[in-house]
């Protein structure tokens, strides 16, 4: 949990994966803060709606919005709005407001897939690509080789973090 230093804003990040269990530290907030405005989105409505629930049962006099996309003030030239992940939408307007609504900018996420897209010089979103993030490759490489192991996320039995520093370009 970040706090923004305005005493009214928090940011908090969780990834939610399959059916494990929602856990969040919520040690950041004051037992006697105010309720707090949720305000979430995702490509997977089943997990977003997880959220929500949980947050209604956890925390009941707090509200929460879901995100969507035509709320997000950033032009785009993309066939479809709706049909395009809101995902790469909310980060590409939350990296143009990053950058003091400076532009262009190439927005780069990192998740179940890699996307990267374009902000032009006039503030508008073009699209970009679609790629398959750490798990799917991880799979992929070890399905397709003899000498690299599965190391997605169901089969790894340590962090990923860790493997990582153990295996920068020292060997296949």
């Known amino acids: ?17 399959g059916d494990d269990p929602i856990c969040l530290d919520l040690s950041a907030f004051e037992t006697d803060h105010e309720p707090a405005f949720w305000a979430a989105s995702s490509v997977n409505h089943t997990r977003q709606k997880r959220l929500e629930d949980w947050i209604h049962e956890h925390r009941p006099d707090d509200q929460f919005h879901a995100i ?4 997000v ?3 785009s ?6 049909q395009l992940g809101r995902d790469r939408l909310i980060a590409a307007w939350m990296a143009v407001e990053l950058n ?5 900018l190439i927005v780069v996420d990192a ?37 690299l192991p599965d190391l997605s996320r169901q ?5 990923l973090t860790r ?10």
């Open 1 to 17: 949990v970040e706090h923004t230093g305005d005493g009214d804003r928090w940011c908090m990040e969780t990834i939610i994966r």
């Open 68 to 71: 969507e996309a035509d709320e």
């Open 73 to 75: 003030n950033l032009s």
């Open 77 to 82: 030239n993309v066939e479809s709005r709706n």
């Open 100 to 104: 003091d609504r400076t532009a262009p």
């Open 111 to 147: 998740g179940t897939a890699v996307t990267i897209d374009l902000i032009d010089q006039d503030l508008v979103f073009q699209g970009g690509f679609i790629f398959a993030g750490a798990d799917s490759n991880f799979r992929q490489l070890a399905e397709g080789t003899a000498a």
């Open 155 to 159: 089969n790894r039995t340590e962090a």
């Open 163 to 172: 493997i990582r520093l153990r295996s920068i370009g020292k060997s296949t």
